[in-house]
C-alpha cells in the first residue's frame, strides 16, 4: 500500500458511513408505526391482558383497531396485534368468559385482517 492509499482509506469509511446510515434509515429499518393502548382488560386469574389498541403508521395508511393477548405485565410494543387487525378504527368490547375464553365484540365495520382463534392457550370467541 502506497502513501496515498492510506490517507483515503479514514475518509472513504466516513463516506460509506455518511451515505449508507440514511439510506438504511429510508428502507424501513425503522419502523414508522406506533400504538395507543385504548384499553386493558386482565384475565380473572392475573395471568393474561388483553390488550386494544389503534396502530398508526403514517399519512399514506389509516389508523386501524388491533388487539394482542399477551401475559400480564408485558407490553405490547410498537408490535402488530396478535389477535386480531381491522382496517380502521372500531369500538371492540373485551369480556372474559373464564381463565382461558375471552369474547370480543365489534361491529365489523372495515376488513379483518387478522382474526385468531386461539393464542397462548387461551380461546377466543367472536361475537
Not at 396485534?81 to 361491529?107: C, H, M, P, R, Y
Request: charged share 20%.
Amino acid at each position: 500500500m502506497n502513501e496515498t492509499q492510506g490517507e483515503f482509506e479514514p475518509m472513504k469509511s466516513r463516506f460509506l458511513f455518511a451515505f449508507l446510515v440514511p439510506l438504511l434509515a429510508g428502507c424501513s429499518l425503522i419502523d414508522p408505526c406506533e400504538n395507543a393502548i385504548s384499553q386493558t382488560v386482565t384475565s380473572p386469574d392475573g395471568a393474561h391482558q388483553v390488550i386494544v389498541f389503534t396502530r398508526g403508521c403514517g399519512a399514506t395508511t389509516s389508523d386501524s383497531t388491533q388487539v394482542s393477548l399477551l401475559p400480564t405485565g408485558q407490553n405490547v410494543g410498537d408490535e402488530d396485534g396478535n389477535v386480531l387487525a381491522l382496517g380502521d378504527e372500531e369500538s371492540v368490547k373485551v369480556q372474559w368468559k373464564d381463565t382461558s375464553t375471552v369474547s370480543i365484540s365489534f361491529i365489523r365495520l372495515s376488513k379483518t385482517f387478522k382474526k385468531e382463534a386461539v393464542v397462548n392457550n387461551v380461546h377466543i370467541r367472536y361475537n
